[in-house]
């Protein structure tokens, strides 16, 4: 029996997880977690083979949390589970000890095999980020005017909650870290990556698969401004 631990913050993902690996007999779901920090306390009293790991989580992330588990508990193998297949991402996961990592719209098969080939001792990487890292390597990026390589993973964890539509103090609550913070990244983003506003961002986002076409023709359809309204000065 493979046991698992879902560490997600957004409650109707961990559900799906649950109710997916729920007809698999091998496989036992026995714990979740909304954050790196739930996580840590629940390991104190709950032991598992293997934590399905999402990467964007208020008060601690997926990858602070990865590396603390891979010391703390280096019997558990780590999966990583996120929305986004960067080759920054992946790489900072593998070095802090991760053993696979999938893309959240990779299917249920591609799931099912990346546990088995970690709880075996191997590593995976799912075949959408295996062709992200293999054309990123080729140099196959969409063009921007800066490097998005020059980007913390910090900054780009911003970056994607600027482009999703929360405010500086959403993000800042989200977190768990001050307003002065999220503006000194937010500007460092904008300059490091030569963009025009929050536009820009939004724009970057767009190419970089980190917002889909539908979602930036909305937000940018609300961005203009009608006759009786007042200017947008952000």
Known sequence: MTNVIIVDDQQMMVDALRSLLSDQP???VVGE???G???LELLET???DIILMDQQMPGMTGLEATGIVSKKYPGIKILVLTMHNKKKYVSEFIKAG???YLVKNDGKEELLAAINAVQRGEKFLSEKVKERMVDNQLGHRP???GSPEQLTAREWEILELIASELSSQEIADKLNLTLNTIEYHRKQIISKLNLNGKIGIIKFA???GIIDERMISNILSSQLVSPTSPPNTE
């Open 98 to 100: 991760a053993s696979g």
């Open 46 to 48: 709950q032991t598992a």
């Open 37 to 39: 920090i739930a996580l």
């Open 33 to 35: 977690a909304a954050n």
């Open 206 to 208: 767009s190419q970089h």
């Open 26 to 28: 091998e496989i036992s």
């Open 143 to 145: 063009q921007t005017d």
